[in-house]
Nanobody, 126 residues
Framework: VQLQASGGGLVQAGGSSRLSCVVS????????MGWFRQTPGQEREFVAL????????LYEDSVKGRFTISRDNAKKTVYLEMNSLKREDTAVYYC????????????????????WGQGTQVTVSS
């Protein structure tokens, strides 16, 4: 199983960016997916999650109303649209796939995620 994340880079505060994560080696439509982020010296934290069918999402409080997670199972891709970016959004962003298929409940802990993308840096400048 491979997850290839792309997007991000340097963005001005208040700007927007979109991350993409392409999954290979697994039937994406069977699994919940998530975006997480990590800054130096900090634990990896969840940012946004989406169920396998795309009907439910969950967001970390600080990104609610600014970030949107979506998926296109036919393209085996999960997206994270980030708007109104703030300096505190600066981090390495990772996509991940849940260990268990077809779960109706989203799980925020990193231990529940089996495979991870390589991470993509998002830097928000003021």
């Amino acid at each position: 199983v491979q997850l290839q994340a792309s997007g991000g880079g340097l963005v001005q505060a208040g700007g927007s960016s979109r991350l993409s994560c392409v999954v290979s080696g697994r039937t994406l439509s069977n699994y919940n997916m998530g975006w997480f982020r990590q800054t130096p010296g900090q634990e990896r934290e969840f940012v946004a999650l989406i169920t396998w069918g795309g009907s439910s999402t969950l967001y970390e409080d600080s990104v609610k109303g600014r970030f949107t997670i979506s998926r296109d199972n036919a393209k085996k891709t999960v997206y994270l649209e980030m708007n109104s970016l703030k300096r505190e959004d600066t981090a390495v962003y990772y996509c991940a796939i849940d260990k268990s298929p077809k779960r109706f409940r989203l799980r925020t802990a990193v231990d529940y995620y089996a495979y991870w993308g390589q991470g993509t840096q998002v830097t928000v400048s003021s």
